[in-house]
């Protein structure tokens, strides 16, 4: 892998914050180099944001249309481009630049609207283009090796699954004194229908998903707004039931008073549970039926999986910012297989996708349609 | 305090599990002195338990009514009895002892029927006697603690409540296999229609009431058997409303691999959060909405509600023991007053009686009603 | 054990702290009764003190001298004696009671001078009796588990062994603001010449015998004193050699701000190594070289010794009651075989007696020997 | 800071691991391009190397020294080198590039005599130029944030500091089975006299020093050779005091079973104390005097230092590599501020420089002092 690629990104200019978090993860592995931006829709920001970023200005766009259609004309056009707006502008963006043949690595939740996410998936397979979706706890070894143990039958059937997602940042109104990234996430018009929900619902239903190979078959779910004078959603709790007859619990809060990013995924199964939290991501709790409890560590436990997603050694923590980094990682090695014609590494394939993006949406209207018919049980 | 209550059993004969628990609570403290059981059915076996605990033969019974009557009719006859039979014989030994004017400590759960149970409230009531309820997770000194905390509003307006109690004991139907334990509490006949809703569920509602002082108003829930052939429940879970508008889940669960006896709360209001596990009973987790995360410990923590559950100094665990204990202390506490017609400690009337019996039996009613009518939503 | 052991007590009247935590163990597994005592040297307090108890008025004795006399006297005299007094006098209340043929369960230090402790070992062993000494600590579950992990090789061969105890409330100068549990342990004449050093010290020195099997054969220390104006040491750190070329670092420190009861033992050998935390008693962590940590708990871990310690299963916390219990079990299953001619049960050896008691007098004198001697190298 | 800055590296060829965990950390806040490099001895590695690294061939230099004349006399030579060969030649490579006027960052430990050591200090001053060394675990948020505490007087006065570093990789005579990591950190020719004391022992000195802002003033130490054959130290453990009258106990250990790299601090002062684990980065356990333990978090703990330090919110865990990268940060701030004749930001000023390096050589003379001197004190 010995060129780097050529990113672009569109959003992500000066005062965003998920921007800054994309290109600290595309730059940590070395595997891109940041050549062109549509980075706002205000020109004098976007060109500001590119002078901060040492681009060429001539590769500055004001409008990410332009900046398709230039970029897939230039013999040194860009290969991939990260789309960081706010939610209502990802379909859009996406759109044009699988038209014009270039890979996309888009932030979450893919789109505002299902149909919106499954015109993208269809377009990207006619594209044959790569569509990453940056969910971005699924980058983690530890999470990956938990995956792992599931799909080797380490768990045995699974039973019980519960994802719990707790922040407490939007305890309070915060939207209405400033707080940008409060401000759009609270705006149906910027953020979909789905506040909460969509924020971060869709992060702990996709881990669950992720690494439990299961997709829940039916769910009763409730959303409920306790700031006054929000538009959306602020908390979302739902039981899940599964194909194969496991039980689910998920519970989503944006309200929950003390909590940083708690993201705690538990999976029982008969043979064996596993515990994961986000805020300790480098060990794995796993508990055979019956017996005592080992931490799994990065770095020590064996497994493809974990070892593809690490890069230094047990005991030396690895963070938010290295998941982050492995979904570009993964993605660059997918990009540059698909451009020499051979095969990625196989445990590259763990990548999430556009289709991880329509389950998303598939579960946000799944819980609103829930939520709607009086928190009744709705099939997904 | 100086003259011991004179203490009778019904049940808790050789090889029964919580009849020895409730000897060494009542031991604990030096309250009780254990004089008359009617130990077993068994004559036999009555008999040989009796002799190992060193009670006057002449006060061991054969049958609980001769007993009550029997001790009714001595100058230093019991002052309380403690009921440790198995479910279904809760009501008929509890009314016995009652019509005899004798006070009662009984196991939980009340009974394996409402009507049953709100007719043994109505009977301590009319014979002014104290009914204690050994929900025996409300003795701990930091549950206590967390109590105080939300009844003097530290936590603010309660917004989400979150317990689960999470067991793997009967992940494998160890009922066929000769376990005792698992025998009766799989068997509808002795334990009623709820499987695990009645032996650990009514423990996790119960607690989630304990400290937030709060009852919900609504539930939709969902039993579920896993284990083949299994004739009661195995897991539920539920979702919560409460009447301020908080929501809360609930999960119980004792096919939870790997899983000890993990009953755990968190409460989330405007102002703060905690956070309780009771394999870890000597520490609460308090954080201030937007702060830190402050671990109170026994011993340390000020306020009367822990201070009153609390032998030894910080630093020297307590457990489950003395938790259980608490609640006899408590229960002799109030037994002295009435006998010397002075009021009782206030910290003594945390004590849980006969109307939280009442109240898990409502639960219990609720949750096999929405299972009944498709999971749907039920008020309490 | 049908019957249960005369138990009598010298101190632990009113105000007094451990004779309390000495009953309480005695009464938890109903192995005692307590019969007679001299409760206090201060007559009214002593008489008082004993109405408390319930004692009968003619077993409550002034001055224990004339107790061991009476009650060896008796028919239904004391099996045994619990010595709860302030260090200074265990010497010669032992003395007084093993001369009277009766047993002996003291609380530690066995004495203030190493002199004095090989006296009574001597004289226990000349009159046969049991001479138990509370180390509280070796009597959790999961501290005798540990230790036959260790002699199981488990472990492989030992390398290195660190104990620490830490405690805050010396931290500043009670002793002169009226407490009497710090003013008696901070006066030389009442406590010897080592202060947090025989407090505390000598229970991880203990500690970190008992688990290991190992005896350091050197030792370099030093004592401090950080508060000014105290007369005896309130800090202690030392680095250990042992026979096997194993090393250790012990330190015990009452004025380690914001630390409750802090005893913590790790090992490391050639295979393993372990972890306990005396303020988590119910779990142990068990990490094999080069692999992954494993947490045993008590109740679910496998082993004889473990067992025999536990009383209701796991995730049912035990603490630090059921361990002091656990002394006094063990003390009775001894006394009680050798009055019955029998062989006591195995596991009932664990129990800590004069001869540990020898041993820690002995380290408190190669303490004092190093600091005398700037902290150079002695051998113990 | 407009302008990235051009790095150049020594060492850190193919096969190396600290070379390219010191790239991950130049790359990561964009601040660094690495436009030159001497990566191996071996001419052939270096050339791939360098292909690997898409350095221009042209600045791919066979030999540091050469690499310093030539990149001195570029225009658009390196600001700065990055030295990470074995230790042995860490001074000879400073001294080329000090002494071409090219600033230096240089891997830990500074050199294996406190001679080089003092001569390297003595010859960045004379040059004006920084010479960074890179104490890594001082780029933590929450040491950094420690320190800030002990400086502002929040623990009150120090009373003792407990340091230990705890790994278990070197627990077998792995160097004798071809890995390269251990074979030259254990063979005296490559890394010194001192093995486990100069690797991590240093580490271990050095997080006490940083934080509490206290170099001891004498030390009692023991360096020991558990492995057989091994030509240096694999433990070492000391005693400490402090010219304020604080105590401390150090040890390090490569052969302790079970450890991945546990580098645990803990500090009491007479009005609080405070506990930092490596492994556990994000968090820093408070306790005040007599109170309650609060947890600290980066992101959410007020305080400059921490923030400086800090890329992602609270609960988005940041780890080992980013508190690398802040020693690249830091040095950028200070070199561009020098080159822009500014003053740089003062939270950037805690990085750690040469000075550190001499400091950490002092300790490292004066345990193998005690050593020889049959473990006695020895001055600082």
Chains 1, 2, 3, 4 share one sequence.
Not at 112 to 132: H, V
């Amino acid at each position: 892998m010995n060129r780097r690629l050529r990113l672009g990104m569109v959003g992500g200019g000066q005062g965003a914050f998920i921007g800054a978090v994309h290109r600290l993860a595309a730059r940590l592995d070395d595997c891109y180099e940041l050549v062109a931006g549509a980075l706002s829709s205000d020109p004098a920001r976007a060109a500001a944001s590119a002078s901060d970023l040492r681009l060429d200005p001539a590769r500055s766009y004001g409008d990410y249309r332009e900046m398709a259609r230039a970029e897939a004309a230039r013999d040194d056009g860009i290969d991939v481009v990260a789309i960081v707006t706010p939610n209502h502008l990802h379909a859009a963006v996406a759109t044009a630049f699988l038209e014009a043949g270039i890979h996309v690595i888009c932030d979450k939740p893919l789109a505002i609207s299902l149909a919106e996410g499954e015109a993208m998936a269809a377009l990207a397979r006619r594209k044959q283009r790569l569509f990453a979706l940056t969910y971005t706890y699924s980058g983690y070894p530890m999470v990956r090796h938990a995956r792992e143990l599931v799909a080797n039958g380490e768990l045995g059937d699974l039973r019980y699954i519960q994802v719990e997602y707790l922040q407490d940042w939007l305890a309070e109104p915060v939207e209405s004194t400033g707080n940008k990234q409060a401000g759009w996430r609270t705006d149906p018009a910027l953020a979909g229908p789905a506040g909460c929900l969509g924020d971060i619902g869709t992060h702990a239903y996709h881990l669950a998903c992720f690494v439990t190979g299961l997709t829940p078959s039916e769910l009763a779910a409730e959303t409920h707004t306790f700031v006054p004078g929000r538009q959306v959603d602020d908390h979302v709790q739902a039981m899940l039931r599964y194909p194969n007859g496991a039980r689910g619990l998920l519970v989503a809060s944006q309200i929950a008073s003390g909590e940083e990013n708690a993201l705690n995924l538990r999976v029982h199964g008969t043979r064996a549970s596993l515990r994961f939290s986000q805020e300790s991501p480098n060990e794995l709790w796993f508990t055979p039926q019956g017996g005592e409890t080992t931490r799994l560590t990065r770095g020590r436990v064996e497994g493809a999986a974990a070892a593809h997603a690490t890069r230094v050694p047990a005991g030396h923590p690895e963070g938010y910012l290295e998941a982050f980094a492995q979904l570009y990682r993964d993605a660059a090695l997918q990009i540059t297989a698909q451009q020499t014609n051979t095969p990625p590494p196989s445990e590259s394939l763990a990548l999430t996708t556009v289709d991880d993006g329509v389950a998303g949406l598939r579960f946000i209207d799944a819980v609103l349609a829930s939520q709607a018919g009086g928190n009744a049980w709705i099939k997904l």
